[in-house]
């Protein structure tokens, strides 16, 4: 059984940051060959990409979120970290992570920005 949970949410002020954490596990899911997302829904709103980091490394970002946000990886311990900073209120959303092109999601952490 695959797992991803996040951690990480909270409740900040506009201008603060925060570190989102994903935790994967499970036999049938091999972290460090897989490219992972972190995605974001607000209320009433289509979930959507917010930054990506491939096997390798490489990052793709939102343009909303550039420069602000960073996404990594530790391969060692399967874990896909965001780094957000300059959080804003319209970052208020619950945040998801995914094994990119898998079925496999968490179950979301919540983020709040107050203005």
């Known amino acids: 059984q695959v797992q991803l949970v996040e951690s990480g949410g909270d409740l900040v002020q506009s201008g603060g940051s925060l570190r989102l954490s994903c935790s994967a596990s499970g036999n049938r899911f091999s972290f460090r060959r897989n490219a992972m997302g972190w995605y974001r829904q607000a209320p009433g709103k289509q979930r959507e990409l917010v930054a990506g980091i491939s096997s390798s490394g490489a990052t793709n970002y939102a343009d909303s979120v550039k420069g602000r946000f960073t996404i990594s990886r530790d391969n060692a311990r399967n874990t896909v970290y965001l780094q957000m900073n300059s959080l804003k209120p319209e970052d208020t959303a619950v945040y998801y992570c995914?094994?990119?092109?898998?079925?496999?999601w968490g179950q979301g952490t919540q983020v709040t920005v107050s203005s």
């Open positions: 995914n094994g990119v092109g898998t079925a496999y």
